[in-house]
């Protein structure tokens, strides 16, 4: 079950793309892409920060579809994006076990090189570095993941 919603209003602010994806990985990932495209050439992100929220929600999907929602008997895994005058807000929710990443993923220890650096953690800091906010929320048997990106002016 997959699909696209825009969220409604006539305000430039209210806009933006509601999708449900389907949790397998390829799939997945080439509906947040389009979901992205989509949204970029709505709001006329720069180039920039298009990449940049592609690449973060990329990893929270991955991370959401690799190991939140393998054992889940009926997988649900939704992305939100919306803009909220000069910032996008993004989120991404599954309904996996509890899982704060920004306090539980393994921290990176990013002065080793990478042939040391033992491997889990960089996608979060990723996610941390590349967003101006970034936290995680529990609402019932959800987990949320909500960002927030400053749009270039």
């Not at 690449?55 to 889940?72: K, P, Q």
């Amino acid at each position: 079950m997959m699909y696209y919603r825009r969220m409604g209003g006539s305000e430039r602010e209210n806009r933006g793309i509601d999708v449900l994806l389907l949790p397998e990985l390829n799939t997945a990932l080439t509906t947040l892409a389009d979901a992205v495209e989509e949204f970029a050439a709505q709001e006329s992100l720069s180039g920039a920060l298009s990449i940049n929220l592609n690449l973060v929600l990329d990893e929270l999907i991955t991370n959401s579809v690799s190991y939140a929602l393998t054992d889940v008997a009926e997988p649900v895994l939704r992305l939100r994006i919306r803009r909220d005058g000069d910032v996008v807000v993004a989120g991404v929710e599954d309904n996996g076990a509890a899982f704060d990443p920004f306090k539980e993923a393994p921290k990176p220890d990013v002065e080793q090189g990478l042939d040391e650096r033992p491997i889990g953690g960089l996608g979060v800091f990723l996610v941390m570095q590349l967003t101006e906010t970034a936290h995680y929320e529990r609402d019932g048997d959800t987990n949320r993941i909500i960002l927030h990106m400053k749009m270039e002016t």
